[in-house]
């Protein structure tokens, strides 16, 4: 069955959660926002695209940091309010230079750094 982004149940800005995953390893290095413009953008290129909610515009992973991440699989969750892109990430997914935005645990009370930036 051919697949349209508008069967997604987005929020009332038009937006759903996406979390990116290693393809390789498993690991969760982000959530960002797409719109259906996002999602079939991201389909068609093979390039993740997010929306950004602060500069309201297209986010192509990776497009002035070098930090691209490339499609390997597209998942809809089942209630089709949230996606999976899994993904070969080239450099740090996070802005603050890690490879995982979640660099920070919370271990008996305390907040706990896992990991630096990378150099």
């Known amino acids: 069955m051919p697949f349209d982004p508008s069967t997604l149940k987005y929020d009332a800005a038009g ?9 390789a390893t498993g690991e969760v290095l982000m959530m960002a ?8 953008r991201t389909l068609e290129s093979g390039r993740v695209t997010y929306w950004s909610r ?15 991440q490339e499609l390997v699989d597209f998942r809809v969750d089942c209630d089709r309010d949230c996606l999976l ?3 070969r ?4 997914a996070c802005h603050t230079n ?4 979640f660099y920070t645990a919370v ?13």
């Open 54 to 68: 602060s500069r309201q515009s297209f986010w192509v992973k990776g497009e002035s940091s070098g930090h691209v």
């Open 107 to 119: 271990r008996e009370g305390e907040e706990v750094e896992l990991m630096a930036p990378l150099l």
């Open 33 to 40: 926002w797409m719109n259906a413009q996002a999602v079939a």
């Open 98 to 101: 890690r490879r995982s935005c």
């Open 85 to 87: 892109v899994t993904v």
């Open 89 to 92: 990430q080239t450099g740090p």
């Open 15 to 23: 937006l759903i959660p996406a979390i990116a995953q290693d393809a």
